[in-house]
């Protein structure tokens, strides 16, 4: 038996004994703890696909035949964010695909005078190129932080690609006509990072250290979050993209209408303003730990899904969900594979 597959088998057991079957609005069951991949442990080898104006690298598991799954990570994180995640569910008989965005790891621009732009316009379109160039027809979506704007952009304008989604925090399509209105103040403090980032001086601070902002995001996001040395390395090793700096300054300036957006994705941006709905099956997580945005009850975005929806807040988690609570998370995207 291969060590991916006894992991998975492992991981498998513990979402099993989760609980995590609920299928009104409420708090998600916290499972046991299983064993966790060891920081070691690497989603690796990567496979590559020319989609797009991107070269994606991404992770593979689970067989090639099964329902797909699409997991996609945020910033400053990377694919390990899903290290517990994919096995659980390709243990289950899913094909689980784990990109990473444009901006982290191995992924690259395919021509040089391409704008590195991370609007929300452009993550969501490199996930459709990533479908197209594998003939993925349909996937399960889920992400947190970008990887869930990702999904919610995926899921609002290409409802016929989406069996179903998962993010964490709601509907998180960016209403760029109010960027500018201020919010309460204790929730305006945890944003600091976006404000800093506007400036050359942001620019130039993310460049030198990019490792401890995102180790101090990590550690404010997720104040729960027992994460040691060596995971945290491990991700952070996919900042070291030669274009995370311009994507990730672009993401943050575009949101406050400070830098103009690539002009390949303007129909798309134009589409997004709107704030279209989302109709396909989807189930919204809030970690009651999150340091940036407090759990709630998903009334606010409830308008914005018109299929089928189910809101769960995941006890003891912060802001990064699927890597602190994996058996969730997974049992959460088999609930849409079994629907």
């Known amino acids: 038996m291969s060590d991916s597959v ?4 492992r991981l498998l057991l513990g979402a099993a004994l989760s609980g995590v079957a609920s299928r009104a609005f409420g708090q998600a069951e916290a499972p046991a703890r299983p064993v966790r991949a060891p920081p070691s442990e690497r989603m690796e080898p990567l496979k590559h696909a020319d989609a797009g104006v991107l070269n994606i690298a991404y992770y593979e598991e689970g067989p090639a035949n099964g329902p797909v799954v699409i997991l996609l990570h945020g910033f400053p994180y990377d694919i390990h964010t899903y290290v517990d995640v994919s096995p659980q569910l390709a243990a289950q008989g899913c094909r689980v695909i ?11 621009f395919r021509d040089t005078a391409t704008l590195r732009s991370g609007e929300q316009a452009a993550i969501g379109a490199d996930v ?3 479908m197209d160039a594998l003939g993925i027809p349909r996937a399960v979506l889920a992400g947190h932080n970008w990887g869930g704007r990702a999904t919610c952009v995926v899921a609002a304008l290409w409802p016929e690609r989406c069996n179903g989604m998962v993010t964490v925090n709601g509907y998180l399509i960016q209403d760029l006509a109010r960027a500018l209105v201020p919010i309460s103040p204790k ?6 990072y976006e404000y800093y980032f506007q400036l050359e001086r942001g620019r130039a601070g ?3 250290n990019r490792r401890e902002i995102a180790r101090i995001l990590w550690e404010q996001w997720s104040p ?3 994460f040691d040395d060596a995971v945290f390395d491990r991700s952070a090793a996919a900042h070291d993209n030669p274009d995370y700096i311009d994507v990730v300054i672009h993401s943050y300036r575009h949101r406050f209408g400070l830098a103009a957006g690539d002009p390949q994705y303007a129909d798309l941006q134009r589409r997004l303003a709107s704030l279209p709905p989302i109709s396909v ?6 970690g009651d730990k999150d340091g940036v945005l407090p759990a709630s009850d998903g009334s606010a975005s409830a308008s914005k899904f018109t299929g089928r929806r189910i809101h769960r807040v995941v006890p003891g988690a ?5 890597q602190e609570a994996p058996e969730v998370f997974a049992a959460t995207v088999m609930e849409l594979i079994r629907a």
């Open 187 to 192: 929730y305006e403090v945890a944003l600091w």
């Open 6 to 9: 006894d992991r998975g088998r």
């Open 224 to 226: 729960n979050w027992d």
């Open 281 to 286: 099956p989807s189930v919204t997580l809030d």
């Open 128 to 130: 459709i190129a990533l």
């Open 318 to 322: 912060g802001h990064n969900v699927p």
């Open 98 to 108: 784990v990109p990473y965005l444009r901006g982290f790891g191995a992924t690259r």
């Open 206 to 208: 993310l460049a030198a």
